[in-house]
């Protein structure tokens, strides 16, 4: 299933997409099939912290709006704003860095260092304030930095909390999965000692979307391409089998001591391709256009626009 959060002018509700044209709003459907049994979601957050119980209702919901039924509460996909799937998480989104050799191997370079690979996974997170959903305008705040770069990630969705999490038990724990662009702030991540809080942080510098798809959606989730284009042109062109941890890695690494809880996200790092690391460096400027791609999940689509601090 792909379950979105979107706006039909009366601000973000759950959905589930139909088909490429239509979604079925999910809290109107439950209305008109009281026998299911739900009181209403109010948000996918709290949709997936319900459970298998909320999704097996969700199916319900889509076996009877196949069966024809429910039209009071379908809606054409042009006529609603997609949102971000959790637009204001309740905690920090949290991310990887350093994942994939070859962008550990770019870096190396574009920095003239020596090439080391981590030992342990590299986690940093990003506030609530820096998502934004599909169409948004990436914000770059030139005052503030004049050095904003993409990286195009597949996210993990937490279903089941847990804490101690072991590798082979990691995927139980998984809702679905989205993609993420961690947009990052350069010169800030170099100008506070390499840290990556702040260089990652900025208001709008976490575009998320279009949707959530569920585990049992996505096959493997170890073997999907990953790309970004700013523009027409590719820059990032990998398949997330080039992982230094995988996904089952990092939720135990991140879980040791610390409970993730239902809804939690996990941005799980970015191929090779960042614009600080080209030849001749390209950071992102007023109209450009950054399409990121997942398998599997879609794509994610923002226009960059410059601001006044």
């Not at 209305?31 to 996918?44: H, N, T, Y």
């Not at 920090?92 to 690979?117: M, P, S, T, W």
Request: hydrophobic content about 45%; some cysteine.
């Amino acid at each position: 299933m792909r379950l979105i959060t979107f706006d039909a002018g009366q601000g973000g509700r759950p959905g589930v997409q139909l088909d490429d044209a239509t979604l079925l709003d999910l809290d109107a459907a439950l209305a008109g099939a009281p026998a299911i049994g739900q009181a209403p979601f109010g948000s996918l957050h709290a949709l997936i912290g319900r459970g298998a119980a909320a999704l097996r209702a969700v199916a319900q919901l889509c076996e009877m709006a196949a069966g024809g039924k429910l039209d009071a509460a379908r809606l054409r996909l042009a006529d609603v704003r997609l949102l971000a799937p959790i637009p204001r998480p309740a905690k920090n989104v949290f991310c990887v860095g350093r994942n994939y050799v070859e962008h550990i191997a770019e870096g190396a370079r574009a920095q003239k260092i020596d090439l080391k690979l981590p030992e342990y996974p590299v986690f940093f997170s990003k506030p609530p304030t820096a998502v934004i959903g599909p169409g948004d305008a990436i914000p770059v705040q030139v005052e503030v930095s004049t050095k904003v770069d993409y990286e195009v990630e597949l996210a993990v969705v937490i279903g089941k909390p847990g804490r101690n999490i072991r590798a082979a038990d990691a995927l139980d724990h998984v809702f679905g999965y989205t993609i993420v662009n961690d947009v990052t702030a350069r010169d800030l991540q170099r100008r506070h000692g390499g840290q990556f809080l702040k260089g990652k942080g900025l208001d709008g510098s976490c575009p998320m979307g279009p949707a959530i798809v569920t585990r049992d959606a996505i096959a493997d989730p170890g073997r999907l391409a990953i790309r970004l284009w700013v523009n027409d042109e590719l820059r990032q062109d990998g398949n997330t089998r080039d992982m230094i941890f995988p996904i089952g890695a990092l939720i135990e690494s991140l879980s040791e001591g610390l409970t993730l809880e239902p809804g939690d996200l996990l941005a799980t790092g970015t191929p090779s391709g960042v614009g600080y690391a080209m030849s001749e460096p390209q950071f992102l400027k007023q109209g450009d256009v950054v399409t990121c791609e997942v398998e599997g999940i879609g794509r994610l689509v923002n226009p960059v626009t410059e601001i006044r601090a």
